[in-house]
């Protein structure tokens, strides 16, 4: 499986080259192969008294307070099977998860949406990557089953372009 998370970092290295921020940023990618929690810490074998031990899982919910809150198991759960990858560049850094049941044109086009999103925020706005002849970025999508830049236009800008 470290095929995948080799994968993946190659497509990160390839989709931030098209951002412009090639050479700038540290890409660590991650195959997580179970669902679930990690396990539970091995209890200290010597209790002096009984206690009542309350495990807490990072981003499990304490309390259910809210309950308009969006009910989506995908968001915030590294530890779902799958590759995350990690970018980091200076002190900003941004992490995406690519379920393991996606096809590869689908998790590569969800990678460059995410590192999109990222690195325009870290250009305070700027288009990136440009569409040709237009003001606006380019916009990712799987066309024909391959992952492309394309324009966002309905009417269409220039022919798409292979994101890797
Ligand atoms: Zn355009």
């Keep these: 499986m ?15 080259a098209q951002l412009g ?11 997580v192969l ?8 091995p209890l200290a074998s010597e209790v002096p008294y009984h206690s009542t031990l309350t495990i807490v899982f990072a981003d499990a919910p304490e309390n259910p307070e809210n ?10 759960e590294p530890q779902m099977s799958g590759t995350r990858v990690a970018v980091s560049t200076g002190g900003d850094r941004t992490e995406v998860h690519l379920p393991s049941g996606l096809a590869p044109a689908e998790a590569l086009v969800l990678l460059a949406d995410r ?8 250009t305070h706005g700027a288009a990136l990557p440009p569409c040709p002849g237009h003001r606006h970025p380019m916009r990712a999508a799987v066309i024909d089953g391959a992952a492309r830049w394309c324009c966002p236009r309905p009417e269409g800008g220039g022919a798409p372009l292979p994101i890797a």
């Design 21 to 31: 921020l090639d050479g700038r940023c540290r890409i660590e990618a991650t195959t």
């Design 67 to 76: 309950p308009d809150a969006p009910e989506d198991p995908a968001l915030g």
């Design 2 to 16: 470290d095929d995948v998370a080799t994968a993946a970092a190659g497509w990160a290295r390839t989709v931030l």
């Design 34 to 41: 179970q669902d679930g929690p990690a396990p539970a810490p």
């Design 115 to 122: 590192l999109q999103d990222w690195a325009i925020e870290l």
